[in-house]
């Protein structure tokens, strides 16, 4: 009968045995193959004592999760000294900006063109009725998958978001925050994994976006919006998040980072 064990009873016991075959025996010879037993033993005994460590080890997902969690964080705190730093100096630019601007008529009428276009522009807030959309992934408590459904199935990917906001501005949006962060025309949402990338910092669903503008067109675009349609249907089918909201006043802040935009002309 054959005797099954795990971890360090199994090599041992094959220590022990391959001892008790290289005993003497009474008025016998050992056989021809006797000497390889050592080596299968010892070998059999390092492959077994490997298998239980690595077995007793914690799981190599947990720890590339834990990696990016880490890596995350670290991010983060890079962004939030970068813009610490950022900040004075475009307070010193700006008062040095209208200190030459109150001297110079010339650069005073400049000012005071380009502040004309600030709201247009983005850099300054704006308040009026919205239109909030919430994405979500699909929760699974217990960890079981709909059926037919793949992991990818069960997240809010790159596609799903750019859809919607692709749709609002479509409606007529005349201002837009991701997340609470002011966004631009020529912002990028990038999803990195299952995390949003936006103006380098790292966000997790639910994913919430804010659109002033008339809610009843924007709502319309939305519907007949081909992405935003397949989005839904995986919500229903998947179990992933859709809620969307009317609101009657909301504040979107300005954006406060700074725009690559070199050239731009004002249509409407």
Known sequence: MTEYASGHATWRNVLQRAVRELLPRRGGRRPGWWLGVPVIAVAAGLLFTTSATTADGPPLRED??????????????????????????????????DAQGGADPPVLAEQERA?????????????????????????????????????DDLLVHQQDLQSVI?????????AMSIMGERVLSTSAAICVGPVLLLHGRPHSPPYVIVAIGDPETMSTALAEAPGVQLFREAADAYGLGYRETAEEDVTVPAFDGTSTLRSAQVTG
């Open 64 to 97: 590339r999760r834990l990696e990016l969690v880490d890596l995350i964080e670290e991010r983060e705190e890079r962004v939030a000294a970068a813009e610490a730093q950022i900040a004075p100096l475009e307070a010193a630019v700006a008062a040095l900006t």
């Open 115 to 151: 502040e004309s276009y600030l709201a247009a522009a983005g850099f300054t807030g704006l308040r009026g009725p919205a239109v909030t959309v919430t994405l979500n992934d699909a929760l699974q408590p217990d960890g079981v998958r709909p059926p037919g459904a793949e992991p």
């Open 166 to 174: 692709n749709a609002l501005w479509a409606g007529g949006a005349e």
